[in-house]
């Protein structure tokens, strides 16, 4: 199996989106579910790659035995997986070096394969720059239209000057 791993990992035109096999275990998915994280983090540590890239996609029951669906997704905000780091996943899968505790049973990996990365839509592509965008334009129309205000009350305040002998009409005596 690691050889078939090695000639299909050398096309140059290959692109690692994300990796998927499945896991039988020899444990009931009601035992296994309280401790998913716990068999994530196994996984993710044999396969020598960061826990977040460890996603669990299905987890089924046939015969006695819980069947898991895993995901090994590209590090960080990466859109693929370097091959390199592609080869080293798949040997770990292939040798067995998940090694995990007597809890989780014995285990029987199967059926692995690689994905291309998702196409991704326009929007989430841009999906920032148009936040931003949005986010700057209201914040300068706020900035305008304060700056605005604050321009009329001077300008309102510097324009009603009267002459010195000006009577205000709220000075002005009532007749009685």
Same mark, same amino acid.
């Given at each position: ?39 994530? +983090? ?5 396969l020598?790659v960061?826990?977040?890239? #460890?996603?669990?996609?299905? /987890? %089924?029951?046939?015969? *006695? ?40 049973g ?11 990365? +998702? ?11 148009v #936040?931003?965008?949005?986010? /700057? %334009?209201?914040?300068l *129309?706020l900035l ?33």
């Amino acid at each position: 199996m690691l050889s078939d791993i090695s000639h299909y990992l050398f096309s140059e035109d290959l692109i690692v989106g994300f990796i998927t096999f499945e896991m039988i275990l020899s444990i009931m998915p009601p035992k296994l579910k309280p401790h998913l994280t716990k068999l994530a +983090a196994f996984v993710a540590h044999g396969l020598e790659v960061d826990t977040s890239q #460890v996603h669990l996609l299905n /987890i %089924t029951s046939e015969y *006695g035995h819980s069947v898991i669906t895993w995901a090994i997704y590209p590090a960080g905000s990466g859109d693929y997986i370097s091959h390199a780091a592609a080869r080293n996943i798949l040997a770990g899968i292939a040798e067995h070096r998940v090694s995990l505790p007597p809890m989780f049973g014995n285990y029987q990996v199967f059926d692995w394969s690689i994905e291309p990365p +998702a196409e991704r839509t326009w929007w989430q592509q841009h999906h920032l720059a148009v #936040v931003m965008t949005i986010f /700057i %334009t209201i914040l300068l *129309g706020l900035l305008a239209s304060g700056m605005w205000f604050v321009w009329r009350r001077r300008w309102h305040s510097f324009g009603s000057y009267k002459p010195v002998n000006y009577v205000f009409p709220e000075h002005e005596l009532q007749p009685l």
